[in-house]
């Protein structure tokens, strides 16, 4: 069992930065990856940036530049960096754990970004 804390999600105006961590308890294996997805009310979840255990990253198109994924694995987490956010960010963020073909998910952090 894998249990996913999230925090750092709050209210923020357009240009500005805020910074998600994600812990990660539990059953953890040594090669996984970790990483962030989001969903905009009415849109469908879509990939934000992951990052495997040997720091290897993806982004979405939509954040490259603006957003930076780290983790740190001697804690199990993963940090999100988003700067010069938009209003096209605003979602609810959720943490993903990716290990054995199985996907774990945190409960969400909301990202509102006022313009």
């Known amino acids: 069992q894998v249990q996913l804390v999230e925090s750092g999600g709050g209210l923020v105006q357009a240009g500005g930065s805020l910074r998600l961590s994600c812990a990660a308890s539990?059953?953890?294996?040594?090669?996984?990856?970790m990483g962030w997805y989001r969903q905009a009310p009415g849109k469908q979840r879509e990939l934000v940036a992951t990052?495997?255990?040997?720091?290897?990253?993806n982004y979405a198109d939509s954040v490259k530049g603006r957003f930076t994924i780290s983790r740190v694995n001697a804690k199990n987490t993963v940090y999100l960096q988003m700067n010069s956010l938009k209003a096209e960010d605003t979602a609810v963020y959720y943490c993903?754990?990716?290990?054995?073909?199985?996907?774990?998910w945190g409960q969400g952090t909301q990202v509102t970004v006022s313009s």
């Open positions: 539990g059953s953890i294996f040594k090669f996984n990856a």
């Open positions: 990052i495997t255990q040997s720091s290897i990253t």
């Open positions: 993903l754990l990716r290990q054995l073909g199985y996907d774990s």
